[in-house]
């Protein structure tokens, strides 16, 4: 088929997105196999675009063929990006963020050490490492001698060492990322210390997507009934958080150790092609997971991290959402108090699909286990130093959700251009414009909130003051600091440190070092000093749930770490 045709063809596929419910299948399966049976050559780009047209109407069908066909296309696509490659496509093509991950192509990614731990465990014999252009030779002398005797009368003394001869002589057979991966695992070290050695050395892991249903074409999870679009999708205009909010509890499963570990492979899949990964999904607890389905093929998943991974102050919760078994975005959310920071990225794939709907879905969610009532959304999500958000217009889509800015000066702004948008329907807000608006946090805030409470509020600024007083009073000595801080509350709130565990010292000793900024905890009641007891026992418990509502319960303690929070250098 002529280029122009095949462009044609996929224009109208484009379009077809925007008509599900209202354009007849038939004629989508008609587009669909037309499409199928385009040979794109070394076309990479357009390849890419109908793969991804492919997904979109696998996860938001309009009936059981179009399901059926896109999926057997999806199932028969590696050959396809084979054969452009083989063709003379450029192998660029495929590694941008928004495209990265088809079947029969390879992520190369500077992967965390939980998350190569995961992969030497799930996907060995994918992976391998790209030493091409490496150039951490001083971290590999410091940190090689721990695993190859002898490597000192080389590394020390000589230039241009031959550190992968050493590393070949040393793995035997066996293959060399779980063979140093291995290495990393038997070191007499906390995870933490080990993961900041591996991760000094930024090894670059290839891993090959051939046949691997953890690419973004296979990417699924099992799905007993499937939701077909019957009538148009959900738009931002129909979606009222307002009215989502009212609506009764979701009903909540929390999934069985087996299935659990299942949903968090598939999220580190999902998420690692297309380098995505998160710190709640490398670390994620598979204790904890918990699933609700809103409806619509939409299922939701939460959970948090264990104990000796968490925040210090804050309560933390990742979350992940598949429609119809197919990966559509990833959560963020991480919360104190009444106020919530969330991070919500929908896959490039899927934006066109009832986004709004599933966002409020999952604020619906947070609120409903996190009981927050200020919902605060991250200045890069709308736009600061993402263009990808500026060119989405990503600021309106949270505005016109009821979201304001926490910047008195650019919320006076917004509301030019609100202005503007009223008095002009052609007006578009410029880019510049958008950039400038995208400099402060924006927030959604539900009747009941402290109105403009966490305007000011920012958590380094804790961390700001925690590190003056350290300078001032103890000349720069962390553990000094923290070993009288522990001593101090232990003797206000009762507690012997030495009886507790690590994960329960390692939290003592946070809110110690936070609490010794508040001059004043020494005279609070009774009643306060024991639920500050609590919460502080509650931040290592099995999960982070209860530990948020003891926090809500506690206005002394918010008032004064809000205080602390909203005091800048």
């Known amino acids: 088929m002529p280029a122009n045709n095949a462009a044609r063809l996929l224009n109208k596929l484009e379009q077809a997105r925007s008509q599900i419910g209202t354009m007849k299948e038939r004629e989508l399966v008609r587009l669909l196999s037309a499409a199928g049976r385009v040979t794109f050559g070394k076309d990479a780009k357009s390849l890419i675009r109908f793969h991804d047209l492919l997904l979109f109407f696998r996860a938001f069908p309009p009936g059981l063929a179009v399901l059926r066909l896109s999926e057997r296309l999806l199932e028969s696509f590696e050959p396809r990006g084979k054969a452009a490659l083989a063709g003379g496509a450029d192998a660029d093509d495929f590694a941008p963020e928004e495209v990265v991950g088809i079947a029969g192509t390879v992520v190369e990614a500077t992967f965390s050490y939980p998350m190569v731990c995961w992969l030497v465990q799930r996907h060995a014999k994918s992976i391998s490492i790209q030493w091409d252009d490496y150039d951490r030779e001083t971290q590999r002398a410091v940190i090689w001698p721990r695993f190859f005797p002898l490597v000192e009368e080389d590394s020390l003394t000589e230039a241009n060492v031959p550190y992968l001869e050493w590393l070949k002589a040393a793995r035997g057979r066996q293959d060399e990322l779980p063979w140093l991966v291995r290495q990393f695992q038997r070191l007499p070290l906390s995870e933490k210390e080990k993961a900041a050695l591996y991760d000094s050395l930024e090894i670059m892991v290839r891993w090959d997507m051939s046949s691997s249903r953890a690419s973004r074409t296979l990417s699924r999870k099992p799905v007993k009934e499937f939701y077909f679009h019957r009538e148009p999708l959900i738009q931002r205009r129909q979606v009222s958080l307002t009215d989502e909010f009212a609506k009764p509890r979701l009903p909540i499963k929390v999934l069985p150790p087996r299935e659990a570990e299942k949903m968090l492979d598939l999220v580190k899949e999902a ?259 024991d639920a500050l007891r609590e919460i502080i026992a509650a931040k290592a418990g099995p999960n982070e749930l209860r530990y948020q509502r003891l926090l809500q319960s506690h206005p002394r303690l918010r008032a004064a770490i809000l205080r602390l929070g909203s005091q800048k250098l």
């Open 271 to 529: 998420t690692g092609v297309r380098y995505r990964e998160l710190y709640g999904t490398s670390n994620a607890d598979p204790k904890w997971v918990a699933q609700a389905n809103p409806g619509r093929g939409v299922e939701i998943y939460f959970w948090g991290l264990p104990p000796e991974m968490r925040l210090p102050l804050r309560a933390y919760l990742a979350g992940f959402t598949v429609k119809n078994g197919v990966p559509i975005n990833y959560v963020e959310c991480i919360s104190l108090f009444d106020w919530t920071e969330i991070g919500f990225n929908t896959f490039p794939a899927y934006r066109d699909g009832e986004t709004a709907w599933i966002y409020a879905q999952t604020l619906r969610l947070l609120r409903q286990w996190h009981g927050t009532n200020a919902i605060s959304v991250y200045p890069y999500q709308i736009g600061d130093g993402n263009e990808e958000a500026i060119g989405s217009g990503a600021f309106w889509f949270y505005r016109k959700m009821g979201f304001r800015s926490m910047n008195p000066e650019l919320e006076k702004a917004a509301q030019s251009e609100e202005k503007k948008v009223r008095t002009n329907a052609s007006y578009r807000t410029p880019a510049r414009t958008l950039r400038r608006l995208s400099k402060a946090h924006v927030v959604y805030e539900l009747p009941e909130a402290d109105r403009g409470a966490w305007d000011r509020f920012a958590m380094r600024n804790v961390g700001f003051a925690a590190q003056r007083r350290m300078a001032r009073d103890f000349d720069g000595d962390a553990e000094a600091m923290r070993k009288a801080a522990v001593t101090w509350l232990a003797r206000i709130i009762t507690v012997d440190p030495q009886k507790l565990k690590p994960q329960a010292l390692g939290a003592f000793s946070d809110f110690a070092t936070v609490l010794s900024l508040v001059p004043d905890v020494s005279r609070w009641s009774s009643d306060d000093k």
